[in-house]
């Protein structure tokens, strides 16, 4: 059932009705004297609010809550298929036999992608003020009651991580506690994401094709020449050619051992990383 996107408890009302204004926000300490406090000074009262006013909501808001449970399993189940890790088609070809081993890096990473161009992208305009909003001019499905989890906009989750990526350690804790002033724990993640999304869609894209930058393309073409025309796996005779031939296979060899190491170390910081993830 889907949850509330405002509680009852929350509003006006409920702080006229309980006889206690609830706070705003808080520590776990603060939270807890506020409730005893507010239990000791109108006990009956505060069941009220914070009880049975929920109930009242729950049964109100039933039909309303059964729609966006139909409307939510429709996107999760077919649009966003939050049930699998998907490659995009550039990476996978849709039909192509791919190995096991070969798609965890780019179904992970693609996923990675989409929560920054799809998930931090809704995040931005949906906390954002209007000016934020017109800036990239999403359209109505983008987010509210229509929200269907298919716009995409690169600059905007990438401005979202930005912004998280300057909160410092300012509004909860005084000026003499060491980590004042410091980036945050959502900095710090977001700092994190930010460069792993960027290595795979700016780094990894542009990374030279080992057979290329290793010469063993071009070898391979003058050995082809060197025997007519015709392909041979055999090592050549000549030992120029042969000479050639070794060092850029040699050199092919390194660079895709550290290729492999790269990815290796890039989705264990992505696996690292993946708490948060979340919006």
């Not at 509003?11 to 705003?24: E, I, V």
């Not at 939270?31 to 006013?53: G, P, S, V």
């Not at 693609?110 to 990239?136: C, M, Q, T």
């Not at 020449?225 to 050639?244: E, I, M, R, T």
Request: aromatic share 14%.
């Amino acid at each position: 059932m889907a949850q509330h996107s405002n509680y009852w408890s929350c509003t006006p009302f409920a702080d006229w009705l309980r006889g206690t204004k609830k706070l705003s926000a808080g520590t776990s300490e603060e939270w807890d004297n506020w409730t005893t406090a507010a239990q000791m000074k109108h006990n009956f009262r505060y069941w009220l609010a914070e009880e049975a006013l929920g109930h009242i909501q729950d049964f109100v808001t039933w039909p309303v809550r059964k729609i966006y449970d139909v409307k939510y399993y429709i996107n999760n189940r077919w649009v966003s298929r939050t049930h699998s890790l998907t490659a995009h088609p550039r990476d996978i070809k849709p039909g192509a036999w791919c190995d096991v081993g070969n798609r965890f890096l780019p179904c992970l990473f693609n996923e990675l992608v989409d929560f920054v161009e799809i998930e931090s992208a809704w995040s931005h305009i949906a906390w954002g003020d209007k000016e934020a909003r017109a800036k990239y001019d999403p359209p109505f499905w983008a987010s509210g009651w229509f929200r269907w989890r298919t716009w995409r906009c690169p600059q905007a989750g990438i401005d979202h991580l930005d912004w998280a990526m300057t909160l410092t350690n300012t509004d909860w804790c005084e000026p003499d506690h060491p980590d004042y002033g410091k980036p945050t724990g959502q900095a710090l993640r977001a700092k994190e994401i930010k460069e792993l999304y960027t290595w795979w869609t700016v780094t990894y894209r542009s990374r030279p094709d080992p057979y290329e930058a290793s010469g063993w393309t071009a070898v391979c073409e003058e050995q082809r020449q060197a025997n007519g025309g015709k392909f041979s796996c055999n090592s050549p005779k000549d030992p120029v050619l042969k000479k050639k031939n070794d060092k850029a296979h040699k050199l092919l060899q390194k660079i895709e051992a550290d290729y492999e190491k790269e990815d290796e170390a890039m989705m264990i910081r992505l696996i690292k990383a993946r708490d948060s993830l979340w919006t």
